[in-house]
C-alpha cells in the first residue's frame, strides 16, 4: 500500500474557508488524479494529470483548483465556492496514460461545518 | 462524456456460491476496464482489469468478461469466502493522446458474503 500519501486523514473547516488537501507518491508515476467519494455515487473525478505543470478538469471540477509542479505532488485545493465539499477525497496514480493500474492513497475526510 | 452503471447496489451470497457483478458503459472509445475491491476504511486496490482487444480474463477464483458490441462487462467470484466482502467498483477508461486516461466509475456493489 505504500507509496502514495494523502494528509491529514481527518479535516475540519469552516464554511468558508479554503482548504488544501496533500497528495504525495513516490512511486515515479507521471498520472495523477483527485476523486471525490460519497455514499452511493462511487468516485467522481475532479482533476487528472500526466505531466508536470499540466492538468485537466474532471466531470466535478467547480470549485476545486489544483497544481502540478512537481512529479510527486498533487495538491487539491477545495475552495468557498464549492457548494458541498464535505466528503471523502480520495488521491491515485498510474505509471501514465494507457492500460494502467491505478493506485489509491489512504484518503482524506473532509467535514466542512 | 462516458456513463459507467453498476448493478446490483447490494449483493448477499452464502459462502461458497458464487457472485456477480455487471456494468455497462456508453463510450464505445473506453478501451481498459479494471475492478477495485474497496474494504471499510481502506482505500481501493485493483483486483483485475480487462482490456478492449480481450473478451476474457481469470484470476484464481476472479473472472472478469467484457462484451464490447453490447457495451458491458462482469466481475465473477466464484467459491466466495467471508474476507471477498467489501465493496466492489467498475471502471471503464478512454485514453486520449496528451491528456491521458479518464477514468469512469460505477456507483459500487456492497458484497456481504454470509458464512
Known amino acids: 500500500d505504500g507509496g502514495i500519501t494523502q494528509s491529514p486523514k481527518y479535516l475540519f473547516r469552516k464554511e468558508g474557508q479554503n482548504v488544501t488537501l496533500s497528495c504525495e507518491q513516490n512511486l515515479n508515476h507521471d498520472a495523477m488524479y483527485w476523486y471525490r467519494q460519497d455514499p452511493g455515487q462511487g468516485l467522481r473525478l475532479i482533476y487528472y494529470?500526466?505531466?508536470?505543470?499540466?492538468?485537466q478538469k474532471g466531470d466535478i471540477a467547480e470549485g476545486y483548483s489544483v497544481s502540478r509542479e512537481k512529479k510527486e505532488s498533487f495538491p487539491l485545493t477545495v475552495t468557498s465556492a464549492q457548494k458541498n465539499p464535505t466528503a471523502f477525497y480520495l488521491c491515485?496514480?498510474?505509471?501514465?496514460?494507457?492500460?494502467?493500474?491505478?493506485?489509491f492513497g489512504p484518503g482524506t475526510r473532509l467535514t466542512v461545518l | 462524456g462516458e456513463n459507467v452503471e453498476q448493478h446490483p447496489s447490494t449483493l448477499s451470497v452464502q459462502e461458497g456460491d458464487s457472485a456477480v457483478i455487471k456494468c455497462t458503459y456508453s463510450?464505445?472509445?473506453?478501451?481498459?476496464f479494471p475492478w477495485y475491491k474497496q474494504e471499510l476504511g481502506k482505500r481501493p486496490q485493483l483486483i483485475i482489469d480487462i482490456r478492449s482487444n480481450v473478451g476474457e480474463k481469470k484470476d484464481q477464483r476472479i473472472a472478469v468478461t467484457l462484451n464490447k458490441t453490447a457495451k458491458h462487462f462482469s466481475l465473477h467470484i466464484t467459491e466466495t469466502q467471508p474476507e471477498d466482502s467489501a465493496v466492489y467498483f467498475c471502471?471503464?477508461?478512454?485514453?486520449?493522446?496528451?491528456?491521458?486516461?479518464?477514468?469512469?466509475f460505477g456507483t459500487g456493489t456492497s458484497l456481504t458474503v454470509i458464512p
Open positions: 491515485a496514480s498510474s505509471v501514465g496514460w494507457s492500460y494502467n493500474e491505478q493506485f
Open positions: 494529470s500526466q505531466i508536470v505543470n499540466d492538468f
Open positions: 471502471a471503464a477508461s478512454i485514453s486520449v493522446l496528451r491528456t491521458g486516461n479518464q477514468f469512469y
Open positions: 463510450d464505445s472509445a473506453s478501451n481498459y
